[in-house]
């Protein structure tokens, strides 16, 4: 998926979101590997992309609302982020786990 450098939250997900669509109906897999990069990050210091952390957690969301519902199983792992401040990456790799278990567990809660 081609994109310019500098494209933003809006237009990547206008482009990933059919894609990804796309994607599963040609492929029809019977499982799917999401290696869940965070270097489309605005501040990551090797990407060009300049997709916000909430753009991220919608892509992470609709990849496996899109496996669950089509009931295939899917592995997803943390990758990509290049940052010197490497806490900073934290929280672009925990929307990864909260999407899960938004998607899986609908009814969990932090703890209080």
């Not at 992309?49 to 969301?61: F, M, S, T, W, Y």
């Amino acid at each position: 998926m081609p994109l310019p450098i500098g494209t933003d939250t809006e237009q990547y997900l206008l482009h990933f979101l059919p894609c990804l669509s796309l994607a599963i109906a040609q492929h029809q897999p019977d499982m799917v590997i999401y290696d869940a990069g965070v270097d489309i990050h605005r501040d990551d210091e090797l990407g060009y992309l300049n997709v916000c952390q909430e753009g991220i957690a919608k892509r992470d969301r609709a990849v496996l609302r899109a496996c669950q519902d089509l009931q295939i199983p899917v592995a997803a792992v943390i990758g990509g982020g290049y940052r010197t401040d490497q806490q900073a990456l934290v929280p672009l790799h925990a929307e990864l786990i909260l999407a899960a278990l938004d998607t899986y567990y609908p009814n969990w809660s932090p703890l209080p």
